[in-house]
């Protein structure tokens, strides 16, 4: 298949993507590929909402400047920061136009929330399924433009480069270019190529490398191995968020999230005790950002030796939070929690991955052709820890920049290469097979996953320690030996390459936190507990 422009992705990152092209080159064709169904994303359960400024009365850019610089503890590019905040009131303006709702209040203003690390309520949502409306009103969007061909269960496997025409190409190789992808069609479980002059990645988070998640079944990461697979450039995978709040049910996964906004309505979390711990960790207690709460979490569940903190809404106007958060009300009485009478039991869970895919103010990738946004890139936006709602934010306006620049380059491409003459892009050789065999036993393969995710949460979670990291790279080599081992011999399957790629990105992650010699943000090391004066980002 050929397309003039090929997204990889169906979340917030690769519609708004997608639209934005469609709608500039209505004669060119968009390709979207998503390996499950269109809507099955990390975008799909957000519950919080859209962080904006929004409220020019008691709200500033310079104000969410500082609060996303404040969570990202010394990290964050500026430069990337202030385009973010700027521009992303005119995104959530045009998602709107879209057709995505958000809750009003009873004089027909935006209602604004309020979550960790925020100095003011800015917060646009649709109850708690923010992300299922924003999710919904992109794929209608997407409809209504000819030009996008959306394919559903296409699970990408690999980026094409120079390396499949026979080049070496290494860490060093300069102008690595990227010329379409090779994809398992799970309908029809053949391999087929899609070449292309743009190609985007917009393949979401990688929760699934650690045991306790609230991303779905798709976030293995599969877009930074891809990216690391083609010697491209990888950023600061250490800095993994592990959300405060997520519902403990044994056995269940993903995980219920319990969205922070509860704690900006006035939920406190509570230990066996009863006490209000927050107060001994912060001065904003249960509005500290993420990374602190987490911690404390950590913490008192490691002293009480329990599972789980409690979330306690007893107090709060039980209407306004019904009103508010039907979905987690509704869920909580499904369990027999009653919010009234009952305390939620709750605790951390892998969210978010703020590293990612290197990618520059244009979302343009360390390979030529190649661009990155959402969740699979690391824009500098989030810094060593991603300020709540920041991130669909993010999302919009990096496929929004994505879709500048790679129109300019598209047109460059067609002038350089007219149709008909040859570019790197032409013949591309078909995916080779010789000498795999259908898989015999899923048990190697389901194991492995489990014991990678095991292996994730017990030495490189929240806390983390030379010895914990040195044990876990250990047993990584391990498990990736097993793994290249089957994968060389048996014929590809969605699993079996999920789970190579979430092996790279738990390689990564150990390498990112192993060459880290320091304590920041989400990255904390009981051997170096302090902040090193040298602020840097780990490109791997
Ligand atoms: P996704 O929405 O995850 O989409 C990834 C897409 O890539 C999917 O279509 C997937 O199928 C596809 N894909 C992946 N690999 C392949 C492959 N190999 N082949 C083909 N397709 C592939 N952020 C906020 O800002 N506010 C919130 O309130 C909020 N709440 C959250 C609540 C939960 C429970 C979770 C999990 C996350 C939340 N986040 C929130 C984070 C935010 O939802 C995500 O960071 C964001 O939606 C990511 O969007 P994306 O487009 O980058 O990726
Ligand atoms: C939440 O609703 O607590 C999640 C928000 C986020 O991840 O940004």
């Not at 951390?348 to 390979?367: E, Q, V």
Request: net charge negative; aromatic share 8%.
């Amino acid at each position: 298949m050929q397309a003039d422009f090929l997204v990889i992705g169906s979340g917030i990152a690769g519609l708004t993507y997608a639209l934005k092209v469609a709608e500039a080159k209505p004669g060119k064709k968009v390709v979207v590929v998503t390996k499950a169904h269109s809507d099955e994303t990390n975008t799909k359960y957000a519950q919080g909402g859209i962080a904006g400024v929004w409220d020019d009365e008691n709200d500033s850019y310079q104000k969410h400047i500082e609060d996303t610089l404040i969570a990202g503890d010394g990290l964050c590019n500026e430069e990337i920061v202030e385009i973010v905040v700027k521009e992303g009131p005119e995104r959530i303006r045009e998602i709107i136009e879209w057709g995505a709702q958000f809750d009003k209040d009873d004089f027909g203003e935006y209602s604004l929330g309020k979550e960790g690390g925020h100095s003011v309520n800015r917060i646009l949502h649709h109850k708690d399924v923010t992300g299922r409306e924003m999710e919904r009103a992109l794929l209608n969007a997407i409809q209504a433009k000819p030009n996008i061909e959306l394919i559903t269960h296409c699970f990408v496997l690999d980026l094409i480069t120079q390396h499949h025409l026979g080049y070496l190409v290494t860490k060093s190789t300069l102008d690595i270019e990227c010329y379409g992808v090779y994809v398992l069609n799970l309908e029809s479980n053949e391999i087929e190529k899609i070449i292309s002059k743009v190609t985007v990645l917009a393949t979401g988070g990688n929760g699934q490398a650690y045991r306790t998640t609230t991303n779905p079944k798709i976030a293995t990461g599969d877009g930074v191995a891809m990216v690391y697979r083609a010697k491209g450039r990888i950023e600061n995978m250490e800095f993994i968020q592990f959300h405060p709040t997520a519902l403990f049910e044994p056995g269940v996964s993903p995980s219920f999230l319990i969205t922070e906004a509860v704690r900006g309505d006035g939920g406190i979390l509570r230990n066996r005790s009863g006490e209000a711990f927050m107060e001994r960790y912060d001065e904003r207690r249960d509005l500290a950002p993420r990374d602190i709460v987490a911690r404390a979490i950590d913490s008192e569940m490691k002293k009480n030796g329990t599972e789980h903190v409690y979330l306690d809404c007893r107090h709060m106007n039980f209407e306004k939070f019904v009103h508010h958060f039907p979905n987690i009300f509704e869920k909580c009485m499904s369990i027999g929690v009653n919010i009234t009478k009952d305390m939620i039991p709750v605790a951390p869970a892998a969210h978010y991955s703020c590293g990612g895919i290197k990618a520059d103010a244009y979302a343009r990738t360390s390979i030529r052709n190649l661009y990155a946004c959402g969740e699979c890139a690391s824009t500098g936006l989030h810094g060593a820890n991603r300020l709540a709602s920041n991130s669909l934010l993010e999302a919009m306006v990096f496929g929004h920049r994505a879709y500048l620049d790679s129109i300019k380059h598209f047109e460059e491409m067609e002038d350089a290469h007219p149709a008909g003459t040859n570019w790197g892009g032409t013949n591309i050789p078909d995916w080779n097979a010789e000498g795999t065999r259908e898989p015999k036993e899923m048990i190697l393969i389901t194991q492995s996953q489990k014991e990678l995710q095991q292996i994730m949460s017990d030495y490189v979670g929240i806390v983390r320690t030379n010895v914990r990291l040195a044990r876990a790279s250990k047993r990584l080599d391990l498990l990736f030996e097993e793994t290249e081992d089957l994968y060389r011999s048996t014929k590809v399957s969605p699993q079996l390459c999920e789970l190579r790629n979430v092996i790279s990105v738990g390689y990564l992650i150990v390498k990112g936190a192993s060459f880290r010699k320091e304590s920041r943000g989400l990255h904390f090391n009981t051997d170096y507990p302090q902040k090193s004066l040298l602020k840097e980002n780990i490109i791997l």
